[in-house]
């Protein structure tokens, strides 16, 4: 079973920047399309970025622009650099495939607050 595991996020005041990194366990990641996905309570979840195997990307709206995300298949890893970072962007970040498949992670919180 194929583990996630998400690190990076904390508190950041408004326009600030945080860089999340994903890793997955196993050695089938580079066949795997990823996406970054964020959920705040009582919501569901929602796709922020995804990546292809190529490396071709697509955002939500909401982000487009701000956030970039890339991935090192390498290191079996997948990253969310995130600039110019709004209250309405705190939430629990996760990556999964896309479209998910795989168990979720634990996540890494992301606060942005003054």
């Known amino acids: 079973q194929v583990q996630l595991v998400e690190s990076g996020g904390g508190l950041v005041q408004p326009g600030g920047s945080l860089r999340l990194s994903c890793t997955a366990s196993?050695?089938?990641?580079?066949?795997?399309?990823m996406g970054w996905y964020r959920q705040t309570p009582g919501k569901q979840r929602e796709s922020v970025a995804g990546?292809?195997?190529?490396?071709?990307?697509t955002y939500a709206a909401s982000v487009k622009g701000r956030f970039t995300i890339s991935r090192d298949n390498a290191k079996n890893t997948v990253y969310l650099q995130m600039n110019g970072l709004k209250p309405e962007d705190s939430a629990v970040y996760y990556c999964?495939?896309?479209?998910?498949?795989?168990?979720w992670g634990q996540g890494t919180q992301v606060t942005v607050s003054s």
């Open positions: 999964n495939t896309d479209p998910v498949y795989l168990r």
């Open positions: 196993g050695n089938m990641f580079s066949t795997y399309a």
């Open positions: 990546i292809t195997r190529r490396g071709s990307t």
